[in-house]
């Protein structure tokens, strides 16, 4: 896949106050560079490998670097240090490898699992209160925001979306702390996110074409 030729104009249509995290996993450090070149900063990879290859090939720009897919607890060490943002936190197991392993706190999303049935990352959406309360303690976790993915099959998006911002309230009175952000939406559904209050949209193929 390559960057597709109207980037700037799509870009300009994101709003000011979203930050679009470009899922690079369809793409080479090439087409990164084009995609750079264009104004998009902020990098999504999902998986270690590609991760720590593509990081090596661009470490000449400034990147703002996200993990957005699941990290496992193994792997974690290799590249608890190499990025600035963690969209997927999903247990304590991996909290603990960061707790051990980052040099200074790592700005964390905690992944949610909204639609229980479907998918298996994310912590369930009922957990997600207890689980936060945990994290608390953890010196190393800047604890940032949520993220989730939707159903694909499901029509309604927007109140998966709405969700998720409700949760996120819930969780900030009962523990009475601020989470600023939340990470949803992607390719085929974030402009219902953006509606229902995305502040980082995880954009893949709609930055691509054959
Ligand atoms: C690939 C990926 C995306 C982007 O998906 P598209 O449908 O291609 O926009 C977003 N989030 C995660 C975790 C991904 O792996």
Redesign the pocket.
């Given at each position: 896949m390559k960057v597709r030729n109207d980037i700037k104009e799509f870009i300009s249509t994101i709003p000011n106050n979203v930050t679009l995290?470009a899922?690079t996993?369809?793409v080479d450090a090439v087409e990164m560079k084009t995609l750079f070149a264009n104004g998009v900063t902020n990098f999504?990879e999902?998986r270690v490998d590609a991760f720590l290859n593509k990081y090596d090939a661009l470490k000449d720009l400034e990147i703002t670097w996200h993990f957005?897919?699941?990290l496992q607890r193994n792997k974690a060490k290799e590249v608890i240090n190499k990025i600035d943002y963690l969209?997927?936190l999903d247990s304590l197991k991996l909290a603990d490898e960061i707790e051990k392993y980052r040099s200074t706190p790592l700005n964390t999303f905690v992944e949610v699992s909204i639609n229980l049935e479907e998918s298996k990352n994310g912590v369930p959406y009922y957990q997600t209160e207890e689980f936060i309360k945990s994290l608390l303690k953890y010196k190393k976790i800047n604890l940032v925001g949520l993220?989730m993915?939707t159903i694909k099959e499901s029509e309604d998006k927007e109140s998966q979306f709405a969700k998720l911002v409700e949760l996120k309230k819930k969780i900030e009175t009962n523990l009475n702390i601020k989470i600023p952000y939340l990470?949803m939406g992607?390719?085929?559904d974030?402009f219902d996110a953006i509606k229902e209050g995305a502040t980082h949209i995880?954009?893949?193929?709609?930055?691509?074409n054959e």
């Open positions: 995290v899922a996993k369809y999504g999902n957005i897919g699941h969209h997927s993220m993915m990470s992607m390719s085929e974030y995880r954009l893949g193929r709609i930055l691509f």
